[in-house]
């Protein structure tokens, strides 16, 4: 089984500066199938990069993914209001989905 | 574009079943290429997957379930069904229903890697 391990748990910034969020396994695992997700309260999570750097569909260029092995990091370059959320990371190893406790970001 | 809605108790008693159904609309469940999966949040907690249904019916679940889960397909309502028996108080979870799909890169290509879109999420208390 693979643990994903969030931090931090809660990082405070304001709009404008830059996000640096980790994700760490307690094992190596594959880039290929390395996830992060975007959730805010009352609404759907919200894919953000797959496969450690693609962005989904629509999602703004200041979300970067990048990593390998252990270490997967999600990078927002620049706040906006509207990226105050809770970020989650998740692999899928051998038809499993394992996911992050979650960091939350706040202003 | 494609939406997915959960819909089911919000209260299931201990030692009851658990019953969940996900209405997809703005698409084809049966289209293919997709697996349609559960997915739970504990209060305060992070996110458990419980499980996916092809539209043919072939399922996959979390180990940790499986002996309490059964998963359906109703490709004629464009719904996906999950029962949890024997529920107890560690059930107790927002549960949602997502898609799950993959991407190609290069030559190769990567089924049930993400989970977009989701449902909007349910709460299932269990509770006397």
């Known amino acids: 089984e693979i643990v994903l391990t969030q931090s931090p748990g809660t990082l405070s910034l304001s709009p404008g500066e830059r996000a640096t969020l980790s994700c760490r396994a307690s094992?190596?695992?594959?880039?290929?199938?390395l996830t992060w997700y975007q959730h805010k309260p009352g609404q759907a999570p919200r894919l953000l990069i797959y496969g450690v750097s693609s962005r989904a569909t629509g999602i703004p260029d200041r979300f970067s993914g990048s990593g390998s092995g252990t270490d997967f990091t999600l990078t927002i370059s620049r706040l906006e209001p509207e990226d105050f959320a809770v970020y989650y990371c998740?692999?899928?190893?051998?038809?499993?989905?394992?996911f992050g406790q979650g960091t939350k970001l706040e202003i | 574009q494609v939406q997915l809605q959960e819909s089911g108790p919000g209260l299931v008693k201990p030692s009851q079943t658990l019953s969940l159904t996900c209405t997809v609309s703005?698409?084809?469940?049966?289209?293919?290429?997709?697996?349609w999966s559960w997915i739970r949040q504990h209060p305060g907690k992070g996110l458990e997957w419980i499980g996916y249904i092809y539209y043919s019916g072939t399922t996959f679940y979390n180990p940790a379930l499986k002996n309490r889960l059964a998963m359906s397909v109703d490709t004629s309502k464009n719904q996906f069904s999950v029962k949890l028996t024997s529920v107890t108080a560690a059930d107790t979870a927002v549960y949602y229903c997502a898609r799950a799909g993959g991407y190609c890169s290069g030559d190769s290509c990567y089924s049930r890697v993400w989970f977009d879109p989701w449902g909007q999420g349910t709460l299932v208390t269990v509770s006397s």
């Open positions: 998740q692999q899928y190893v051998s038809s499993r989905y394992f």
């Open positions: 094992q190596t695992v594959s880039s290929t199938f």
């Open positions: 703005g698409g084809s469940i049966s289209s293919g290429g997709y697996y």
